[in-house]
């Protein structure tokens, strides 16, 4: 479990985090949506602790976290951070040089499935490949946790839906897994939860089998009813 | 992990060329002459405190700086880095903190400010104070047996600075001597710390006050080992005038004696020009010497007697060999470094106490030798 | 520590494309200049011979022998160490900043990688004191090619043979890139590594707090620069030349290597808890 508790993040005197607590589950999808620059990126970023907070805590499976977290959880942001001059053959040879979890058998299901050429140079790939060749190069890390920034924004529409497949599954299954998006329209039936923020606080945090049975909604609506009413 | 083939090329590089160059330097160091002092006959410890310095230079590369002594030789060159940002004192000096660590610290320069003989050790240094805009001279003291030590701030009262010539002890008395600069003029100073009541008197035993007269620098007479004992001291007091072409030029010299024992100053009659020139003093009698193109003569006057002794004829074993000529007087003898022979001999009696050899390991590089100057550790 | 080599291996690839053409480039300058010392050579006893009718031996007397010293004391010669120099302290900063700068901010991997995030730090260092003292092992392969190029040029009644070492040694510039003994090269070189550390953390500094990051590098800089004057500063000012030079160089190599550790410490501290992406 990921537990988020009472962050406080400010940049200068701006508060970009106001007291911020939820949790993600093992074997959920967690969804952070808002609007852009309500903090969603900030967020993940405190995760991986790649940004400082200004209080608060973030544990994972209740302990903080360290080098060996890493083996863990992983982080796939929305740009490429992998050195541009590398091939994608380059690149999984970095990460398995580094991380006891990588899986190239599952990086080899990524090369086919979303039909990767290895011998590519990461710089002159399209937005679409660059954004598989993120998630092949986060997924193929053997770990319990995956954050995903924006994984479908300022992509071809074919790339969504191959994208959006992998969801649906074993190379996302049982993992804990956190997205953060503005359009919630590709995955809304993919996830589990729903944490809808707005100028660094929480407005709702909901379960969206439970909202969907009991009263009828689906996130879109309890979103319009949130932001507009 | 098959991308390693960039850090093993510079690594390669980087062992391989810092390692020729570490190779080739000490190439170079072996290639300059090992000297070596064979004894041949007499008292070798006589020989042990002696430590000559020179050069070699072959012409191709910058003079490689050298001392030797009966240990052998030392290149300023082959000495570590650290040793020599760390830097060289002169013989006296090592020996000095050597033997005295905490008593020489702060000491910033040894050359005639100091006296030393078995029992004191006296070290004299002007001092620029920033607060008061004066110059002081900080005098230090050190009883070697029991290593009391007294550290005293000498006023200079009038003076503006004082250039320190000379440091004598006597009977519980530290003599200061030094020119002294005056706003009117300057003068030759003696400053007297009494160690029994901590009290000092100055004296100006010459000075040169007067408007209209013309410049006047007074000067010690240089005795062969500063430091040492003396009976008497002798000053020089030389005037100079402009001459008409602008030029300053020497317009006389005088000669002092100072009694060490008395503590008078008294004019001094010496018998220059027609014996060569002042080359040594060592307290009691004045060294002339004179050169011919085949050999050095030093002719020993003695001052209280105002007579000449028998001279010291020394052949020249080359004539290209003018450097490495060099004598110095020392607790009644002579030390005499002629070309590559070094004699120590009884200055009463004129018998060779000791006899050296220089030799060098390879005859070839001897012309490119200079051994210029003679000192005592 | 099997992490540290491997990343220092990777930074070691990442600079070799810059020292590979640094050593190129500084090869081929100093060639050019010695060719051109030896053509403007010939040229000036050339014209002395046939424009004054001078015999060889005349000319010869008249110009001088021509030494290897002439190449090295050009600006063929010293014109890419500087640059070299220049490119390597520019270095300190680019190896840093690359990581934030462009599209691709492969800060996010280093730091997400499953090892101390000091190891970082520490194998870019040591690709910096590295990389210096390969170009430096480089010069002196290249000098010593350039030598014996050299005197194969020059024919015999005018060439003046040098050693290369002692020219190095004579020229205080570059015996300063070459110190004479092999502590001396620790000495210099372990001095250079403390400074590129505090640079490090300088930057490293501006990187957690930007702006007001800048102030506090600034600052720590001046600390430093203090506490490295303190042993002669202290020794001149208040203690009145007390302490030997020996005992001042060995309170200045304890202050250099307090400043390392208080990097390191700093640096630390900054990469886990204060680093911003």
């Keep these: ?229 | 992990m098959k991308k390693y083939w960039k850090t093993i090329v510079v690594l390669t590089v980087l062992v391989v060329g810092i390692g020729s160059y570490l190779v080739q330097t000490s190439l170079v160091a072996n290639s300059l002459p090992e000297l070596q002092i064979e004894h041949v006959s007499g008292d070798e410890s006589l020989a042990e405190s002696v430590v000559l310095s020179g050069k070699y230079a072959d012409g191709k590369s910058a003079p490689e700086w050298l001392t030797l002594d009966y240990k052998g030789t030392e290149y300023m060159s082959e000495r570590s880095f650290i040793e020599q940002m760390v830097g060289k004192r002169g013989p006296v000096q090592e020996r000095l903190i050597d033997e005295h660590k905490g008593f020489m610290r702060g000491v910033s320069y040894l050359h005639d400010n100091f006296y030393e003989d078995d029992e004191v050790l006296a070290v004299a240094e002007t001092s620029w104070d920033f607060s008061f805009q004066t110059a002081n001279i900080e005098l230090s003291y050190l009883k070697k047996e029991s290593g009391e030590e007294v550290h005293e701030t000498l006023h200079l009262g009038s003076m503006d600075y004082a250039h320190i010539l000379e440091v004598q002890y006597h009977e519980n008395k530290i003599m200061v001597f030094a020119e002294g600069y005056f706003n009117n003029g300057n003068g030759l100073i003696e400053m007297v710390y009494d160690l029994e009541e901590d009290r000092m008197t100055q004296n100006e035993l010459l000075e040169n006050k007067s408007q209209n007269s013309n410049h006047m620098s007074f000067s010690k007479v240089n005795d062969s080992v500063t430091y040492q004992p003396m009976d008497h001291l002798i000053f020089r007091s030389t005037e100079e005038q402009l001459s008409n072409e602008g030029r300053v030029e020497v317009a006389g010299t005088k000669f002092y004696q100072y009694d060490v024992n008395e503590m008078e100053l008294s004019e001094l009659e010496l018998p220059i020009n027609e014996n060569g020139f002042v080359s040594g003093f060592d307290g009691n009698t004045v060294y002339f010497e004179e050169q011919t193109p085949e050999e050095i003569k030093i002719t020993p006057f003695n001052i209280e007697g105002g007579d000449f002794k028998e001279d010291f004829v020394f052949e020249k074993a080359n004539e290209d060999d003018q450097f490495m000529f060099n004598y110095k007087i020392k607790d009644g003898n002579l030390y005499v470094l002629n070309h590559l022979e070094l004699r120590v001999i009884d200055l009463e009696n004129k018998e060779t106490l000791y006899e050296g050899e220089i030799t060098i390991d390879n005859e070839e590089q001897l012309e490119n030798l200079e051994l210029n100057r003679m000192e005592f550790r | 520590m099997r992490n540290f080599l491997k990343l220092t291996n990777f930074e070691f690839n990442r600079i070799s494309k810059l020292l590979f053409s640094l050593m190129g480039f500084v090869l081929l300058i100093q060639l050019i200049g010695v060719f051109f010392e030896v053509w403007m050579y010939n040229n000036r006893i050339d014209s002395l011979m046939t424009e004054n009718q001078m015999t060889e031996a005349q000319a010869l007397n008249q110009v001088g022998e021509l030494s290897f010293a002439m190449v090295m004391y050009s600006m063929f010669f010293l014109g890419p160490i500087f640059i070299s120099v220049g490119a390597m302290l520019f270095y300190i900063f680019l190896i840093w900043y690359r990581e934030w700068f462009g599209k691709n901010t492969f800060i996010y991997r280093l730091l997400m990688l499953p090892t101390e995030r000091i190891n970082i730090f520490f194998s870019k260092l040591v690709t910096i004191v590295v990389a210096t003292l390969t170009l430096v092992g480089f010069q002196f392969l290249a000098l010593l090619i350039e030598n014996s190029i050299f005197n194969a040029l020059v024919s015999d009644p005018f060439l003046s043979e040098m050693n290369v070492v002692n020219l190095i040694s004579q020229d205080p510039l570059i015996s300063m890139i070459f110190p004479h003994s092999l502590d001396g090269i620790l000495l210099v070189y372990g001095f250079g590594a403390v400074i590129v550390g505090v640079l490090f953390t300088a930057i490293l500094l501006e990187r957690s707090y930007r702006i007001k990051g800048i102030a506090a590098a600034i600052l720590y800089a001046i600390v430093v620069s203090a506490l490295l004057a303190s042993p002669f500063a202290v020794n001149e000012l208040l203690l009145n030349g007390y302490m030997y030079p020996g005992e001042i160089l060995f309170t200045f190599a304890v202050m250099a290597l307090l400043v390392l550790m208080v990097s390191i410490v700093i640096s630390r501290k900054l990469l886990n808890d204060k680093i911003r992406v």
Excluded at chain 1, 71 to 78: A, H, R, S, Y
Excluded at chain 1, 139 to 147: A, C, G, N, Q, T
Excluded at chain 1, 203 to 208: A, L, M, P, V, W
Aim: hydrophobic content about 40%; aromatic content about 8%; charged content about 30%.
């Design chain 1, 1 to 229: 479990m990921i537990e988020v508790n009472d962050v406080v993040k400010k940049f200068g005197r701006k508060e970009v985090l106001k007291g911020i607590s939820f949790t993600a589950n093992k074997g959920e999808i967690t969804c952070l949506i808002g609007i852009n620059g309500v903090g969603k990126t900030t967020i993940l970023n405190a995760i991986m602790k790649l940004t400082p907070i200004n209080s608060g805590e973030i544990l994972v499976d209740g302990k903080k976290v360290t080098k060996s977290t890493f083996e863990k959880i992983t982080f796939i942001p929305d740009s490429t951070i992998m050195l541009p001059g590398f091939t994608i053959n380059e690149a999984m040879d970095f990460m398995n040089d580094y991380y006891e979890v990588w899986n190239q058998e599952r990086a080899n299901e990524f090369l086919k499935f979303f039909r990767l050429n290895p011998e590519d140079k990461i710089s002159t790939l399209s937005k679409g490949n660059t954004a598989k060749t993120n998630l092949l190069l986060g997924l193929s890390l053997d770990v319990d946790y995956v954050l995903m920034d924006e994984p479908f924004s300022g992509i071809d529409m074919f790339s969504r839906e191959q994208i959006a497949e992998v969801f649906t599954t074993h190379l996302i299954e049982d993992r804990g897994v956190i997205i953060t998006t503005h359009e919630i329209n590709d995955i809304e039936h993919l996830i589990d939860k729903a944490v809808l923020l707005d100028e660094g606080e929480i407005y709702k945090e909901f379960n969206t089998e439970e909202i969907r049975e009991e009263e009828g909604k689906s996130v879109v609506d309890v979103m319009r009813e949130v932001y507009r009413g």
